[in-house]
């Protein structure tokens, strides 16, 4: 069965510093890999998705990027922490491009920004 | 223009009431739709989904949703509310085939009273 493992749980930054926040996928080939954050009291909003390795999409301008290096792990950077930054940083996977794949994720990652 | 809408931010029911959690979408195309819950620092779980088959979708948990049509509603019922249906729920929309991320409801908390 397929599996997504997103860690560290919780992280509290200084603003100013970096970050890296890990996702990887098992069990399933050529995912399609999403970032979002759920700030408090909000919805979700998409920041990434990748159909391949290495492929990025970003849907808002911001000081994060995402990497694919492998074809199961997509990587959530910061190189300076902005207060705003601040959220609950949600990893998700979808098996294909179809509009009925539903996206399954991880536990999340709450990063508090000081 | 396509959007989803949950109509309510907060639902409070007593232990053993029926639940409805209300969800209308906007679109020229036939979408597929899906309920996610969240629990408290958790990521978010598949409760059921539409994807033009059988109007009414069973879910996980005793959950069930009604595709209507003519009403572009997707309205998710319990029977019997329990107190571990205490969490946040999400509608999502998906719009078109390829590599379109999924559209997200604001979400509704949905709060169980003993």
């Known amino acids: 069965s397929q599996t997504i493992h997103q860690w560290p749980a919780t992280l509290v930054q200084p603003v100013g510093s970096p970050l890296s926040l890990e996702c990887t996928v098992e069990g399933t080939s050529n995912p399609n890999l999403y970032w979002y954050r759920q700030a408090a009291g909000r919805g979700l909003q998409l920041l990434f998705y990748s159909v391949g390795i290495g492929q990025i999409s970003s849907e808002v301008p911001q000081n994060l990027s995402a990497s694919r290096p492998q074809d199961r792990q997509f990587i959530l950077s910061s190189k300076k922490l902005l207060l705003s930054d601040s959220g609950f940083y949600l990893c998700?996977?979808?098996?294909?491009?179809?509009?009925?794949?539903?996206?399954?994720f991880g536990n999340g990652t709450r990063l508090t920004v000081t | 223009a396509q959007s989803v809408t949950q109509l309510d931010s907060h639902v409070s029911v007593s232990e053993g009431t029926p639940v409805l959690l209300r969800c209308n979408y906007s679109s020229s195309y036939s979408p597929s739709l899906f309920w996610y819950v969240q629990h408290p620092n958790k990521g978010l779980q598949l409760l059921l989904k539409y994807t033009s088959a059988a109007t009414l979708v069973k879910g996980i948990n005793g959950f069930e949703a009604e595709f209507k049509k003519s009403e572009t509603s997707f309205h998710l019922t319990k029977p019997s509310a329990h107190m571990s249906d205490a969490a946040e729920y999400f509608c999502v929309v998906s719009f078109l085939s390829g590599n379109t991320p999924l559209v997200f409801g604001k979400g509704t908390r949905l709060s169980v009273i003993a």
């Open positions: 998700a996977w979808s098996s294909g491009t179809a509009k009925n794949s539903p996206l399954h």
